[in-house]
């Protein structure tokens, strides 16, 4: 089984949801940051040998006006439930309102994680007002996916995105399952260093092509973290395939590749 831990719903509903304001600078980096319907992802999930994966919402409502809402993840998860799996997210800057959708979205939705991307939300990870939000997802046993590194989308500020803030987030909540999505390049030092040393902490290579990865990233998940990485692809800004294909170019060990694409996601997503 083949794990995807970190795609987009790129479809017609959620792609008109992003600013125009927000798209150019995307636009200009992927040429494949077109709509894509839920058949065409289910389609290269198939093509790859994905069994299933994770889509995201997005909610920086009150920062750029930009959501992708709950509902939409979680309709396309009942379309597909043996598939999908899918993560909510909610805009801290709306206060309680924030942890009562939070809650709604997995008691009563079924969602089973929650995304946050500090560069949208102008938000530092450990930023207090974002802790209610923690003991939410602690509590209810779900991981938390933060965006860290670089984003492109225009206007946003890139410091939002340092992993550092994160090392405190793990500490303050041992048993909060946490994943560093896109390993927190250009700070991918930091990322190795919070997930070597805090248990509950894993990185994802997802918007990546392997064979652009750093590396000493490669060095560390191909040895002292296996147990730490994810596979992850950012479809449809890259196809499953290609991901799993460069992974394969990359000679990493036997042990690694089964962490890497099941036996790690398996553990964070609660499907052992």
Same mark, same amino acid.
Request: charge should be negative; aromatic fraction near 10%.
């Given at each position: 089984? #083949?794990?995807?831990? !970190?795609?987009?719903?790129?479809?017609?509903?959620?792609?008109?949801?992003?600013?125009?304001?927000?798209?150019?600078?995307?636009?200009? @980096?992927?040429?494949? @940051? $077109?709509?894509?319907?839920?058949? =065409?992802?289910?389609?290269?999930?198939?093509?790859?040998?994905?069994?299933?994966?994770?889509?995201?919402?997005?909610?920086?409502?009150?920062?750029?006006?930009?959501?992708?809402?709950?509902?939409?993840?979680?309709?396309?998860? *009942?379309?597909?439930?043996?598939?999908?799996?899918?993560?909510?997210?909610?805009?801290? !800057?709306?206060?309680?309102?924030?942890?009562?959708?939070?809650?709604?979205? #997995?008691?009563? @939705?079924?969602?089973?994680?929650?995304?946050?991307?500090?560069?949208?939300?102008?938000?530092? =990870? $450990?930023?207090? #007002?974002?802790?209610?939000?923690?003991?939410?997802?602690?509590?209810?046993?779900?991981?938390?996916?933060?965006?860290?590194?670089?984003?492109?989308?225009? *206007?946003?500020?890139?410091?939002?995105?340092?992993?550092?803030?994160?090392?405190?987030?793990?500490?303050?909540?041992?048993?909060?399952?946490? #994943? @560093?999505? !896109?390993?927190?390049?250009?700070?991918?030092?930091?990322t190795i260093a919070i997930a070597q040393r805090n248990p509950n902490?894993?990185?994802?290579?997802?918007?990546?092509?392997?064979?652009?990865?750093?590396?000493?990233?490669?060095?560390?998940?191909?040895?002292?973290?296996?147990?730490?990485?994810?596979? *992850?692809?950012?479809?449809?800004?890259?196809?499953?395939?290609?991901?799993?294909?460069?992974?394969?170019?990359l000679k990493l060990k036997d042990e690694t590749l089964e962490c890497l694409?099941?036996?790690? =996601?398996?553990?964070?997503?609660?499907?052992?």
């Open positions: 089984m #083949i794990i995807d831990t !970190h795609a987009q719903l790129n479809t017609r509903e959620a792609m008109q949801n992003i600013p125009e304001s927000l798209m150019s600078g995307y636009s200009e @980096m992927f040429s494949e @940051m $077109n709509r894509v319907g839920l058949g =065409a992802s289910l389609k290269d999930m198939d093509e790859s040998g994905v069994e299933k994966c994770v889509i995201v919402a997005i909610d920086a409502e009150t920062t750029f006006n930009y959501r992708v809402t709950n509902e939409l993840i979680a309709n396309a998860v *009942g379309q597909f439930p043996d598939r999908l799996i899918g993560f909510a997210s909610v805009d801290p !800057h709306k206060g309680q309102k924030a942890a009562d959708d939070l809650k709604g979205a #997995i008691d009563t @939705m079924g969602l089973r994680g929650l995304k946050i991307v500090p560069n949208l939300i102008e938000l530092y =990870a $450990n930023d207090k #007002i974002l802790y209610p939000l923690y003991e939410i997802a602690q509590s209810r046993d779900v991981p938390v996916l933060f965006h860290t590194g670089t984003l492109f989308y225009t *206007g946003v500020r890139l410091k939002y995105g340092q992993p550092m803030p994160i090392d405190d987030v793990a500490i303050d909540f041992p048993k909060l399952k946490i #994943i @560093m999505a !896109h390993f927190g390049f250009p700070w991918f030092y930091e902490v894993y990185f994802n290579i997802a918007g990546w092509k392997p064979k652009y990865i750093p590396k000493e990233v490669v060095r560390y998940l191909d040895g002292p973290l296996r147990h730490k990485a994810l596979f *992850g692809s950012d479809y449809p800004l890259l196809t499953r395939s290609e991901v799993i294909r460069e992974l394969h170019d694409l099941t036996n790690n =996601a398996k553990a964070v997503l609660g499907l052992v």
